[in-house]
């Protein structure tokens, strides 16, 4: 008895291929939406001092534009956005306390680096701490962070790296939680628009670094507490732009990276992302420079 022979099926390749052409048209459709929501032509970055900058749609990570803003450049206190996030990872609790340590103020004071205002042996809750990190840009918080949940700066840094490159900052490299200069420590403003996007997903993050100031919990040292309040804000005064408001930011600020800023932005009822580094270290540029940015938008 003779074996049929089996007829060879064509109907998968059809279907893949169906399916192949369901895609693009998804992806065409969502271009166009891009275009039509983000004219980039319209958004221009010439006119600002900062050297480096990308500005996004922090919903989607759609680039408007960008100025050099996959070169590597020195991103100073915005790596505290780095420092806060995974603080709030690794320590879900924000009622958890850690102490001061006694030890990480003559560092701080020989690099005249920042502080919040806490002092050698106080206990300080995890949210006052990250306040602290990301409102008056406080060395010692980031430090106090660091030794409770890593032990020392130097493991932290490394817990740092391990955060970057998960979630794809691929031209970054930490060895500090403070953006003190360091040769070897460096990112890029699209890894940092990157990093922000990211953190904003936490609504504990967004709270901190939206807030314009913060009353500290009375502790061992502070029975009365004390407020301390954000240097963009600080900065800002009370300047805005046209068809939105600034909604937050993290300032930077070393001889090597001049002046830095990662902000979020409302404007017209959309959110973005503005990351600027090594602006004129002088005055308020870095403000400027986002104010300028943020209000092409709001005047379209």
Do not use: W
């Given at each position: ?160 790296n391990q955060k970057a490159k998960k979630i794809g900052m691929r031209s970054t490299h930490f060895?500090n939680c403070t953006g003190l200069h360091n040769d070897d420590h460096y990112s890029t403003a ?111």
């Amino acid at each position: 008895m003779k074996k049929k022979k089996r007829r060879k099926r064509h109907g998968r390749p059809f279907y893949t291929f169906s399916v192949f052409l369901i895609v693009l048209l998804f992806v065409g459709l969502a271009l166009a939406e891009n275009m039509i929501l983000h004219p980039m032509a319209k958004v221009d970055l010439s006119g600002i001092d900062s050297e480096y900058a990308i500005l996004v749609d922090a919903g989607t990570g759609f680039k408007l534009a960008g100025k050099a803003e996959k070169e590597q450049m020195y991103p100073a206190s915005m790596t505290k956005i780095m420092t806060a996030i995974l603080a709030l990872e690794k320590c879900p609790d924000l009622d958890e306390t850690m102490t001061v340590p006694s030890d990480i103020f003559d560092a701080i004071y020989s690099e005249q680096a920042s502080t919040a205002g806490f002092e050698a042996g106080e206990v300080v809750t995890v949210r006052d701490l990250l306040y602290g990190v990301m409102l008056p840009s406080g060395a010692e918080c980031c430090l106090t962070l660091a030794r409770g949940i890593a032990g020392s700066e130097e493991a932290y840094a490394e817990l740092m790296n391990q955060k970057a490159k998960k979630i794809g900052m691929r031209s970054t490299h930490f060895v500090n939680c403070t953006g003190l200069h360091n040769d070897d420590h460096y990112s890029t403003a699209k890894d940092i628009a990157k990093l922000l996007r990211y953190a904003l997903k936490n609504v504990d993050f967004r709270a901190v670094f939206t807030s314009q100031s913060h009353a500290m919990s009375p502790t061992n040292v502070h029975p009365d507490g004390f407020t301390v309040y954000s240097t963009m804000f600080r900065a800002l005064g009370d300047r805005g732009f046209t068809g939105g408001q600034l909604l937050g930011g993290k300032t930077g600020n070393t001889f090597r990276a001049g002046l830095c800023l990662a902000s979020l932005a409302e404007v017209k009822g959309k959110e973005y992302i503005l990351v600027t580094a090594k602006a004129e270290d002088a005055g308020d540029a870095h403000v400027t420079d986002a104010l300028k940015v943020y209000g092409q938008i709001g005047e379209q």
